[in-house]
């Protein structure tokens, strides 16, 4: 199982970047997937994450900025990050967390490293 991330790119403070991370290999069930980032000498912690029901949860220092969303099979999952500003500036993980087979219960979590981008101040 692999999470494949992509997007970022150059970007002006108060613009905008999409990422996006699909989830390929072999695996029974597919549930949370959702996004963190990780600036240098701090904490992963959590941006946005989407579960297998449809409930989202954001960070409070993203929410109403942020959106994220998943498509119908449920494999990829993107963020839309808008007014981007410097504070946003991190390496951005995507995760998810899958069940291999149907002989067990075992969810196994899995990570996915996502573009490095600066939003320049």
């Known amino acids: 199982v692999q999470l494949q991330a992509s997007g970022g790119g150059s970007v002006q403070s108060g613009g905008a970047l999409k990422l996006s991370c699909t989830v390929s290999g072999s695996f029974f069930e597919l549930n949370d997937m959702g996004w963190f980032r990780q600036g240098s000498g701090n904490k992963r912690e959590l941006v946005a994450s989407?579960?297998?029901?449809?409930?989202?949860l954001y960070a409070d220092s993203v929410r109403g900025r942020f959106t994220i969303s998943r498509d119908r099979d449920e494999k990829t999952v993107y963020l839309q990050m808008n007014s981007l500003t410097p504070d946003d500036t991190d390496v951005y993980y995507c995760n998810a967390f899958l069940r291999l087979s149907e002989d067990t219960i075992r969810w196994n979590e899995y990570w996915g490293q996502g573009p490095n981008f600066t939003v320049p101040s």
């Open positions: 989407f579960s297998s029901k449809g409930r989202t």
